[in-house]
């Protein structure tokens, strides 16, 4: 692989966002980035020449978090990128490099935030664990009953109840995890938060009516020193 001089565009009053890029012997792969605070979106251009060239019109979507890859226009393609996030994009250059078949489209989507209920039940498990409590919020149990000193895991449940349509796609957002965090919807594995941006693509689990999420949370050894 080598460097090579930048060959993203912007479109004009859309601000660009931080990438690098890099040309292998087959294409190339861009990593594109949002170092901000806040949801980014940008349109995201090849030169013409080099679609043109190697008569390539899919790129490949990588997003190295959840392991997911999507198929978008080479040519011009609208990225939307939450707080924090990245992804990766490959363009083969057409001499043998092919995309893997039968990948779901990328979609730019517009989430609409709702807040989750107001009743979490609280357990812990470990040395010393508190008993278990039940919160408005969403808080740090630092801040709970025989919390502060307490180092191990606690399991914050609530349930979800879902009179719309179900959506095509819901995330679960969160502003801050300490240090990690495991969650489950309805009894079925969602994955782990851990770094930026802290959110969870569920809307394959929900369900009409009813939901139980359940967010299992593990801390350092240092609460008890």
């Not at 808080?139 to 009953?145: A, C, K």
């Not at 801050?176 to 969870?200: D, I, M, Q, T």
Request: hydrophobic share 40%.
């Amino acid at each position: 692989t080598r460097l090579s001089p930048p060959q993203i565009l912007w479109d004009a009053g859309m601000d660009g966002l931080p990438f690098a890029q890099r040309v292998t012997s087959d294409g190339r792969i861009y990593f594109v980035s949002n170092p901000t605070d806040q949801p980014a979106r940008a349109r995201f251009r090849l030169p013409v020449s080099m679609t043109a060239n190697s008569g390539q019109q899919t790129a490949m979507i990588f997003d190295a978090v959840t392991g997911k890859n999507y198929a978008a226009e080479a040519k011009a393609l609208n990225l939307s990128l939450p707080a924090r996030g990245s992804i990766f994009v490959i363009v083969p250059d057409g001499s043998g490099q092919t995309l893997p078949a039968n990948l779901p489209a990328y979609r730019e989507v517009a989430f609409k935030e709702r807040p989750l209920p107001a009743n979490w039940k609280i357990t812990f498990s470990g040395t010393e664990a508190p008993s278990a409590v039940t919160s408005r919020s969403l808080t740090s149990w630092n801040e709970l009953p025989g919390g502060k000193a307490f180092s191990g895991q606690a399991t914050y449940t609530t349930d979800l109840n879902w009179s719309e349509p179900l959506p095509l796609r819901c995330r679960l957002k969160f502003t801050s995890v300490r240090e990690v965090g495991e969650v489950v919807v309805n009894g079925k594995p969602a994955g782990g938060v851990w770094l930026p941006p802290l959110e969870l693509e569920i809307g394959h689990l929900l369900k009409s009516g009813r939901n139980v999420i359940s967010v299992t949370v593990g801390n350092t050894l240092l609460n008890r020193f």
